[in-house]
């Protein structure tokens, strides 16, 4: 089990290259959310567990340079990638914060996270701590995955061996794999108001079949997986993966979804 609000993907620079690699897909529904929520021109943002800053990025873009968005993350080598990538965006700024004890002194138009809760141990403390850090009428806007879904239109067996691992990967690490699912009560019991949904997710067939997106996340699960001694690297082939995942989908006339990607938001006060 995962020790208390630890990111149990470690904090590498392999895993904040495969995070950015995971940005290219997920950013424009992030964004879509930041906008139907209401993110404007100078506004201030905090962004928790901003890992290699994407989701700042995105927050940053939409308050513009009348905003400001503070970037917090628990893990200093997180925080030294994000400022040597993200220096020149003078809007941002990053500082190391614990979400297990954050005590801010400060208050913010609206927090933002993505995929964040699902790692932590309790996180509908976590939700009520970030209301504490709003002001009046603050939007709290979280999006989060649910991983649990059948993924393909039809079963193949590369897919069906990918989602075995990855979802045996997430329970053995404590990762909460239907955190998305699951918002609408997280926020009730954090004693917020009922947030608005969407519900958005990558599809495609093909060369735009989302292989790569679920190998990228079996890839930063690999070392768990390996130290239980489940599946090494060679075993599942993993840097021939992608292509052969999509290979079997494409001899079915098949499709792949994504991760469900949950949008929550509410104004809070």
């Not at 929520?37 to 901003?50: C, H, N, P, Q, R």
């Not at 968005?69 to 925080?79: C, F, H, K, Q, T």
């Not at 004890?101 to 996270?113: C, E, M, P």
Request: aromatic letters at 4%; glycine letters at 12%; charged letters at 25%.
């Amino acid at each position: 089990m995962k020790e208390q609000n630890r990111y149990v993907l470690g904090e590498s620079e392999t895993e904040h290259s495969r995070l950015r690699d995971q940005s290219v897909v997920l950013d424009p529904l992030t964004r879509q959310l930041h906008i139907e929520a209401g993110l404007t021109e100078g506004m201030s943002v905090l962004d928790i567990g901003t890992g290699a800053g994407d989701v700042a990025v995105i927050a940053a873009d939409l308050v513009g340079p009348s905003g400001h968005v503070l970037a917090v993350d628990r893990s200093p080598e997180a925080l030294g990638g994000a400022r040597r990538r993200l220096g020149h965006r003078q809007e941002i700024e990053f500082a190391e914060a614990d979400l297990d004890s954050l005590d801010l002194d400060r208050q913010f138009d609206a927090i933002v996270g993505r995929a964040v809760l699902m790692h932590l141990g309790n996180p509908v403390e976590a939700l009520e701590r970030l209301g504490r850090h709003l002001c009046p009428g603050g939007l709290l806007v979280m999006h989060e995955f649910d991983v649990t879904q059948e993924w393909a239109s039809v079963d193949t067996p590369l897919v069906r061996r990918v989602r075995e691992l990855i979802l045996q990967a997430f329970e053995a690490v404590g990762i909460h794999g239907r955190m998305g699912r699951d918002l609408f009560a997280a926020y009730r019991s954090a004693g917020l108001p009922d947030p608005h949904l969407s519900l958005s997710a990558p599809l495609g067939g093909g060369e735009e079949a989302p292989s790569f997106g679920w190998v990228n996340a079996l890839a930063g699960l690999l070392p768990h997986l390996e130290q239980q001694g489940i599946v090494s690297a060679d075993e599942i082939g993993i840097d021939s993966l992608t292509q052969r995942l999509t290979d079997e989908l494409d001899a079915e006339d098949a499709t792949l979804l994504g991760p469900l990607m949950y949008g929550a938001y509410c104004t809070v006060g």
